[in-house]
């Protein structure tokens, strides 16, 4: 059966990933039995995630607002790109990533899907920075 999540809904979520507000819009908490987990991030300006991989799924993103400096692979191997609004990005599952917001202004927003996963502990995040 179809069900939609309304903002309201989606739980904002300050602890999972600071300084980012996610909205876990599809979940298990939202959508009992849910195999694939949906959350809206919405990222401050200049705000920064640390960087993390999750063991048991793939990150799809869609930028929907702002653009973001996207840190990945191992410290001797890091490389970095830069994403905006419009642009898709896949992360294969245990590749590590990070972002940060480009603006000193405006917020950034993204999408982000992973699948096979019906919640953020499924997913095995681990962090390998502490939080900025």
Do not use: C
Not at 8 to 25: C, E, R
Not at 50 to 64: G, N, S, V
């Amino acid at each position: 059966m179809i069900k939609v999540i309304k903002p309201p809904q989606a739980k904002k979520d300050k602890k999972y990933q600071p300084p980012l507000t996610v909205g876990w819009g599809i979940d298990k908490k939202t959508v009992p039995g849910v195999r694939n987990t949906m959350a809206k991030s919405i990222v401050p300006p200049g705000g920064r995630n640390q960087r993390h991989f999750h063991i048991w799924t793939d990150a799809l993103w869609y930028i929907l607002k702002g653009s973001l400096k996207i840190f990945y692979g191992p410290d001797h191997e890091l490389k970095e790109t830069v994403v905006k609004a419009g642009d898709f990005v896949y992360i294969p599952h245990g590749e590590i990533h990070g972002f940060m917001n480009m603006s000193k202004k405006e917020t950034a927003e993204l999408i982000a899907v992973y699948g096979e996963v019906g919640s953020k502990e499924e997913a095995q995040t681990l962090y390998i920075e502490k939080p900025w």
